[in-house]
């Protein structure tokens, strides 16, 4: 089955600054890989997603660029701000839906 | 419309007692998911329907799992009897067909004493 891994496990960042998460899988077959948002005592919710197809896809603040040869895909999130602390989760889906084990985002004003 | 709708919200059981968790999807939605979620595991699938039809449980930890969907607005999980171990945080989420974007509800916290 597909396995999702997912890094760094924590980041802290500066308000204004960049961040960057990366997840690799291993199933070649999945075709579409979201980025969901989890804020504390809530579901995680989707901010973006992208499909096998396309190798960018951008959103204001928030890009997704994928690399099906390398099995990688990462979350850009630009001009970052305390309200984006949270915690992320990659997945990648082609039967079913296998997350990454998320990542721990905290922007410091 | 007004999302994924879990109940309850949190649940303090003794172990050995059984716990039913609800979930009612999105209207219209064919899929429907059960996570798990925990600090030390993450996001696990446990199980998910496609028009009401269990197709894969192999995320189910062991036979004291059971999950049902009678009807396209309406599934449980139930845990009996429950344990300690089972204390996390569950999910219910649904999609529709003709999308992949699952729909989290808020999840159910279960503390098992």
């Known amino acids: 089955g597909e396995n999702v891994e997912q890094h760094p496990s924590t980041l802290s960042v500066q308000e204004g600054d960049s961040a960057v998460i990366k997840c690799t899988y291993s199933?070649?077959?999945?075709?579409?890989f979201p980025w969901y948002k989890q804020e504390l005592g809530k579901g995680p919710q989707l901010i973006i997603d992208?499909?096998?197809?396309?190798g960018e896809k951008k959103d204001q603040r928030i890009a997704v660029t994928l690399n099906k040869t390398a099995k990688h895909f990462s979350l850009h999130i630009t001009e970052t701000q305390p309200e984006d602390s949270a915690v992320y989760f990659c997945a990648a889906r082609e039967e079913d839906m296998r997350f990454g084990a998320g990542t721990r985002l905290t922007v410091k004003p | 419309d007004a999302g994924v709708i879990q109940s309850p919200r949190h649940e303090v059981t003794e172990m050995g007692q059984e716990v039913t968790l609800r979930c009612k999807p999105i209207s219209g939605h064919d899929y429907l998911f059960w996570y798990r979620q925990t600090m030390m595991r993450g996001l696990e699938l446990l199980i998910y329907?496609?028009?009401?039809?269990?197709?894969?449980d192999s995320g189910m930890p062991e036979d004291r799992f059971s999950a049902k969907m009678p009807n396209a607005s309406f599934s449980t999980l139930k845990i009996q009897p429950s344990e300690p171990r089972d204390s996390a945080v569950y999910f219910c989420?649904?999609?529709?067909?003709?999308?992949?974007?699952?729909?989290f509800g808020p999840g159910t916290r279960l503390t098992v004493l």
């Open positions: 989420a649904s999609t529709g067909t003709a999308s992949n974007e699952q729909f």
């Open positions: 992208i499909r096998s197809n396309v």
């Open positions: 199933d070649s077959a999945s075709n579409y």
């Open positions: 329907f496609n028009n009401n039809v269990p197709i894969d």
